[in-house]
């Protein structure tokens, strides 16, 4: 499985953005798939995280304000990370993760006025 992530930049407080993670290869062993970041001199967290049925699992800090869902179709498996009210401290670099082991090249994510 190969993952591309895409959808950060530049938002200012109360903005929102959206990210996406396309995980392409082979989609047969698709498996649960989620968000983490990681903030300058911080420890990598979790975002969010969605398995193959649906069930969805956020970190305290977004609850409320972010939102992770996917699609899937023969070629491809999709998650997006809906972010709405965006606040300075959500800046950070963004990593979709295939679980158990496959990490995205990760996307920035700037809150900023």
Known sequence: VQLQASGGGLVQP????RLSCVASGNVFSINAMGWYRQAPGKKRELVADITT???TNY????????TISRD????KSTVY????NLRPEDTAVYYCIHYPNVWGQGTL????S
């Open 59 to 66: 970190g305290d800090s977004v609850k409320g304000r972010f």
């Open 72 to 75: 899937r179709d023969n070629a």
């Open 14 to 17: 109360g903005g929102s953005l």
């Open 81 to 84: 990370l809906q972010m709405t």
């Open 109 to 112: 994510v700037t809150v900023s």
């Open 53 to 55: 049925g649906g069930n």
